[in-house]
Antibody
Framework: QVQLVQSGAEVKKPGASVKVSCKTS????????VSWVRQAPGQGLEWVGW????????NYAQKFQDRVTMTADTSTTTFYMELSSLTSDDTAVYYC???????????WGQGTLVTVSS | QSVLTQPPSVSAAPGQKVTISCSGR????????VAWYQQLPGAAPKLLIY???KRPSGIPDRFSGSKSGTSATLGITGLQTGDEADYYC?????????????FGGGTQLTVL
């Protein structure tokens, strides 16, 4: 069955970077892309961006354009999201989700809590 | 401020029916298919409806979706206490090139 297993919780200081991984199994990696979606405490869902498992192409939300990097490693079927210049506003649970289409996030990882605190 | 507009909360008694609305614009709901997600407390979101009205395997037919113009609606019949969750609509917005994914602010369902 389709599985997306994310790395564990992180605590970072303001100004630092964080890299979250999303290990996938149960489907052909190169046939799908993954979106990253975040959820601040008590808030709704916010799309961060997308990365292709086929060729590593990316599409980032304008808000994160200059400080997010998403990559895909076909050898380990793992997707990565790195967010830099962290502030307390970046404290959130970050989810990876396999995309069924541009409009549909079909399967979700369990989430990774990133806490930014001095 | 979310791109798609949902009511913050809805409630109904067990066994009853409830609907959740999702309002957008031509660039998002008007020109693209809508999906709905259920997020139980402390859990990751789960796909409930895709392409406006299709259910993934395993989702009971108590859940239904529809779209008209720039609005979409999720319907849940035969409410159960286990349906208490946050529900989000989502779609693609093609106002920019490339486009981007958008979500509603979420609706908390209480089964009284």
């Amino acid at each position: 069955q389709v599985q997306l297993v994310q790395s564990g919780a992180e605590v970072k200081k303001p100004g630092a970077s964080v890299k979250v991984s999303c290990k996938t199994s149960g489907f052909t990696f190169s046939s799908y892309g993954v979106s990253w979606v975040r959820q601040a405490p008590g808030q709704g869902l916010e799309w961060v961006g997308w990365v292709s498992g086929y060729n590593g192409a990316t599409n980032y939300a304008q808000k994160f354009q200059d400080r997010v990097t998403m990559t895909a490693d076909t050898s380990t079927t793992t997707f990565y999201m790195e967010l830099s210049s962290l502030t307390s506003d970046d404290t959130a649970v970050y989810y990876c989700a396999r995309d069924k289409s541009a409009a549909v996030r079909e399967n979700w990882g369990q989430g990774t809590l990133v806490t930014v605190s001095s | 401020q979310s791109v798609l507009t949902q009511p913050p909360s809805v409630s109904a008694a067990p066994g009853q029916k409830v609907t959740i609305s999702c309002s957008g614009r031509t660039s998002n709901i008007g020109n693209n298919d809508v999906a709905w997600y259920q997020q139980l407390p402390g859990a990751a979101p789960k796909l409930l409806i895709y392409d406006n009205n299709k259910r993934p395997s395993g989702i009971p037919d108590r859940f239904s979706g529809s779209k008209s113009g720039t609005s979409a609606t999720l319907g849940i019949t035969g409410l159960q206490t286990g349906d208490e969750a946050d529900y989000y609509c989502g779609t693609w917005d093609s106002s920019l090139n490339p486009g981007f994914a958008v979500f509603g602010g979420g609706t908390q369902l209480t089964v009284l």
